[in-house]
């Protein structure tokens, strides 16, 4: 049966979304780099939970020193404000450029194959060394006995039996899936359309605070139930509250792409940002000792989730005008750190554990230990990445295939953007511009494209 070539349009313009020039895709190399760094920080995040004078409630670790820093307490909270909500507006911010640039069906297959199958994979390969390495940490601390973990009839702590049984760390992977794959379902159903007239642009009086304005919904979300922020919610379950916390963060970031003029007129307050985050970190330790203590009143609630905004929101505002700013295209090192990050990630938490538990009896202070556990954690974690998974089955299934050098005259001109957690690969060529899962429906020539 034929079908007429306005029909074959529209079927194409459903998938493929409108194509954007390709070499626009180079100017977010900083980025790109600033999303690694957010995942990288989880590093930092996690080699503090051991040395912390308080401790996040539900997080089970193996380890606590008997001599904690409150350093490591600023490190923890300051990190665990920010590093999300960065993350999920620039992953927001590439998701929709990968959708207009190569359709929702490739966004979605894209995030399945990049994060809900290896999500899947980790569960039964990574997590059971991580769990092993949390009983070896109980054990050696007498929170538990091995005969009480593996007995059905022998009772264990109500702390080890309601938090240890879950996804850990890789729960981002989880609600990454969920979010994006969401994002992509309601894109593919409701796509751009080529002759859609401009988004009305906001008026604001201030354009400085546009962080102060966005920072109210994320408010509501938290005084509502600070649990995405106070609390680890280690469980299969998918959190509806953590979910809408962070889809906020994604959701902006997308809006951000589709208004990327106006949005990048509001990023030019820099360290007037940074500083006022500042403000906004002192506010958030000073009404977070209640909430960590479980009296939190509902004031108190209030200025917390208002603190917890404010330096999530300015925050990005402030570290994306720098980083765009300084780093206006792609770099060979931001697209390493971009690939590594993913497996930085995934790789990180039995190696802080294992770190923990290898200083926990050093003759050295918390802080040292610190550094020392952040410093084992990277180097084996990025050298592994380099000898073990860059060029192998590994890579291939977490970043796409890399190419050594010298093993071909030149590598395909990309920019990666979005092809993991922290990259996506957007082809550089005029005629790569169509996904090949529509290509079979595209006319073959560029004479072609134009008369369609």
Same mark, same amino acid.
């Given at each position: 049966?034929?079908?007429?070539?306005?029909?074959?349009?529209?079927?194409?313009?459903?998938?493929?979304?409108?194509? #954007?020039?390709?070499?626009?895709?180079?100017?977010?190399?900083?980025?790109?780099?600033?999303?690694?760094? =957010?995942?990288?920080?989880?590093?930092?995040?996690?080699?503090?939970?051991?040395?912390?004078?308080?401790?996040?409630? &539900?997080?089970?670790?193996?380890?606590?020193?008997?001599?904690?820093?409150?350093?490591?307490?600023?490190?923890?909270?300051?990190?665990?404000?920010?590093?999300?909500?960065?993350?999920?507006?620039?992953?927001?911010?590439?998701?929709?450029?990968?959708?207009?640039?190569?359709?929702?069906?490739?966004?979605?297959?894209?995030?399945? #194959?990049?994060?809900?199958?290896?999500?899947?994979?980790?569960?039964?390969?990574?997590?059971?060394?991580?769990?092993?390495?949390?009983?070896?940490?109980?054990?050696?601390?007498?929170?538990?006995?091995?005969?009480?973990?593996?007995?059905? @009839?022998?009772?264990?702590?109500?702390?080890?039996?309601?938090?240890?049984?879950?996804?850990?760390?890789?729960?981002?992977?989880?609600?990454?899936?969920?979010? @994006?794959?969401?994002?992509?379902?309601?894109?593919?159903?409701?796509?751009?359309?080529?002759?859609?007239?401009?988004?009305?642009?906001?008026?604001?009086?201030?354009?400085?605070?546009?962080?102060?304005?966005?920072?109210?919904?994320?408010?509501?979300?938290?005084?509502?139930?600070?649990?995405?922020?106070?609390?680890?919610?280690?469980?299969?379950?998918?959190?509806?509250?953590?979910? =809408?916390? !962070?889809?906020?963060?994604?959701?902006?970031?997308?809006?951000?792409?589709?208004?990327?003029? *106006?949005?990048?007129?509001?990023?030019? !307050?820099?360290?007037?940002? /940074? @500083?006022?985050?500042?403000?906004?970190?002192?506010?958030?330790?000073?009404?977070?000792? &209640?909430?960590? =203590?479980?009296?939190?009143?509902?004031?108190?609630?209030?200025?917390?989730?208002?603190?917890?905004?404010?330096?999530?929101?300015?925050?990005?505002?402030?570290?994306?005008?720098?980083?765009?700013?300084?780093?206006?295209?792609?770099?060979?090192?931001?697209?390493?750190?971009?690939?590594?990050?993913?497996?930085?990630?995934?790789?990180?938490?039995?190696?802080?554990?294992?770190?923990?538990?290898?200083? *926990?009896?050093?003759?050295?202070?918390?802080?040292?230990?610190?550094?020392?556990?952040?410093?084992?954690? /990277?180097?084996?974690?990025?050298?592994?990445?380099?000898?073990?998974?860059?060029?192998?089955?590994?890579?291939?299934?977490?970043?796409?295939?890399?190419?050594?050098?010298?093993? =071909?005259?030149?590598?395909?001109?990309?920019?990666?953007?979005? &092809?993991?957690?922290?990259?996506?690969?957007?082809?550089?060529?005029?005629?790569?511009?169509?996904?090949?899962?529509?290509?079979?429906?595209?006319?073959?020539?560029?004479?072609?494209?134009?008369?369609?």
């Amino acid at each position: 049966m034929q079908t007429s070539p306005e029909l074959q349009n529209r079927r194409v313009s459903r998938r493929a979304g409108p194509a #954007q020039p390709a070499t626009e895709s180079t100017r977010y190399g900083g980025l790109d780099a600033l999303r690694a760094l =957010a995942v990288m920080g989880g590093v930092l995040l996690h080699a503090c939970v051991a040395y912390m004078p308080s401790r996040m409630p &539900d997080l089970l670790w193996p380890v606590h020193d008997a001599h904690p820093t409150v350093v490591c307490h600023l490190i923890f909270w300051w990190l665990h404000c920010l590093r999300l909500p960065v993350f999920f507006v620039i992953s927001g911010f590439f998701a929709e450029m990968m959708c207009q640039s190569r359709g929702a069906d490739v966004f979605l297959k894209n995030r399945i #194959q990049r994060i809900a199958i290896p999500y899947h994979i980790l569960l039964v390969t990574l997590m059971p060394l991580t769990l092993a390495i949390w009983i070896g940490g109980l054990w050696l601390n007498d929170r538990v006995t091995l005969e009480a973990f593996f007995s059905f @009839s022998k009772p264990v702590a109500a702390e080890i039996r309601n938090h240890f049984f879950g996804p850990g760390h890789l729960w981002f992977l989880a609600d990454l899936t969920i979010i @994006s794959v969401t994002f992509g379902l309601i894109r593919r159903e409701f796509p751009a359309r080529p002759d859609a007239p401009p988004a009305a642009l906001f008026r604001l009086r201030w354009p400085a605070l546009a962080p102060v304005y966005l920072a109210g919904p994320s408010l509501m979300l938290l005084w509502g139930n600070t649990s995405p922020f106070v609390v680890h919610n280690n469980t299969f379950v998918p959190d509806t509250a953590r979910l =809408a916390y !962070y889809g906020l963060y994604f959701f902006a970031g997308v809006v951000a792409f589709r208004r990327k003029e *106006q949005a990048f007129e509001l990023l030019k !307050y820099p360290f007037t940002h /940074l @500083s006022l985050s500042l403000v906004a970190v002192i506010a958030m330790f000073a009404t977070l000792p &209640d909430a960590l =203590a479980g009296r939190a009143t509902l004031l108190n609630r209030l200025f917390l989730s208002a603190s917890v905004a404010l330096v999530a929101w300015l925050s990005v505002f402030g570290l994306m005008a720098i980083f765009l700013n300084q780093w206006k295209s792609d770099r060979p090192a931001f697209r390493y750190l971009a690939d590594a990050s993913y497996w930085v990630y995934i790789i990180h938490l039995p190696l802080v554990g294992m770190s923990h538990i290898a200083l *926990q009896q050093a003759p050295i202070g918390a802080f040292t230990k610190f550094l020392l556990t952040a410093l084992i954690t /990277l180097s084996v974690a990025v050298m592994s990445y380099q000898t073990c998974v860059r060029y192998t089955f590994i890579g291939r299934a977490l970043n796409g295939p890399r190419t050594r050098k010298g093993e =071909a005259a030149r590598e395909p001109a990309v920019a990666r953007h979005a &092809d993991h957690p922290v990259a996506i690969e957007l082809p550089a060529p005029d005629d790569a511009l169509v996904p090949a899962i529509v290509h079979a429906e595209m006319p073959t020539s560029r004479s072609d494209r134009k008369a369609a």
